[in-house]
T-cell receptor, first 116, second 116 residues
Framework: DTEVTQTPKHLVMGMTNKKSLKCEQH?????MYWYKQKAKKPPELMFV???????INESVPSRFSPECPNSSLLNLHLHALQPEDSALYLC???????????????FGPGTRLTVT | DQQVKQNSPSLSVQEGRISILNCDYT??????FLWYKKYPAEGPTFLIS?????DKNEDGRFTVFLNKSAKHLSLHIVPSQPGDSAVYFC???????????????FGKGTKLSVKP
């Protein structure tokens, strides 16, 4: 099973709303990631959790707040977003890295976010 | 500065022929390379990977070649099928011995169209 699930599939929110994106994996992976992807662009890394601890924050604005409640779950809390934050938000997980290289990341289907 | 480059934004191939997708990188610390396939409005799907200790990895119709001295890798798909039509992303990673997450740097992608 290499499935990463994400909910909701689509989300439309106003600039004053608070919402959360959810991600779940049951592969025993210890690293989980949030990416943002705009149309015709590659995925851009936002956050990395390693062993449930935030290890990388790629200078993401504070209106995005990640949370890792346990090793299988990853949330992204959204507050006071801007229209330019509209994008596909992807969650991924992996075993992390070994001396031979990084393990592949498995991506969820993404949440299509529209900020009005 | 783009560390992973896919210089061909699109490629069109006849069904049954070979598709060759190219990727160049600049960071000599990269030691693990992956190819992902992405359909519109879906998350990237892992296809195949290669460690820098190898120069070739094969999985069914997909073969990845790595030329470390040229900092170049390519993905060969043979025979190409209409269902292979998608955007293909090349990604690279450097093992972070101080961490465990194995971060990926993506190229901009190449849109492959396989004509029946």
């Amino acid at each position: 099973d290499t499935e990463v699930t994400q909910t909701p599939k689509h989300l439309v929110m106003g600039m004053t709303n608070k919402k959360s994106l959810k991600c779940e994996q049951h592969m025993g992976h210890r690293a989980m990631y949030w990416y943002k992807q705009k149309a015709k662009k590659p995925p851009e890394l936002m956050f990395v959790y390693s062993y449930e601890k935030l290890s990388i924050n790629e200078s993401v604005p504070s209106r995005f707040s990640p949370e890792c409640p346990n090793s299988s779950l990853l949330n992204l809390h959204l507050h006071a977003l801007q229209p330019e934050d509209s994008a596909l938000y992807l969650c991924a997980s992996s075993q992390g890295a070994s001396e031979y290289g990084s393990y592949e990341q498995y991506f969820g289907p993404g949440t299509r976010l529209t900020v009005t | 500065d783009q560390q992973v480059k896919q210089n061909s934004p699109s490629l069109s191939v006849q069904e049954g022929r070979i598709s060759i997708l190219n990727c160049d990188y600049t960071n000599s610390m990269f030691d693990y390379f992956l190819w992902y396939k992405k359909y519109p409005a879906e998350g990237p799907t892992f296809l195949i990977s290669i460690s820098s200790i190898k120069d070739k990895n094969e999985d069914g119709r997909f073969t990845v070649f790595l030329n470390k001295s040229a900092k170049h890798l390519s993905l060969h798909i043979v025979p190409s099928q209409p269902g292979d039509s998608a955007v293909y992303f090349c990604a690279a990673s450097a093992v972070d011995y101080g961490g465990s997450q194995g971060n990926l740097i993506f190229g901009k992608g190449t849109k492959l169209s396989v004509k029946p």
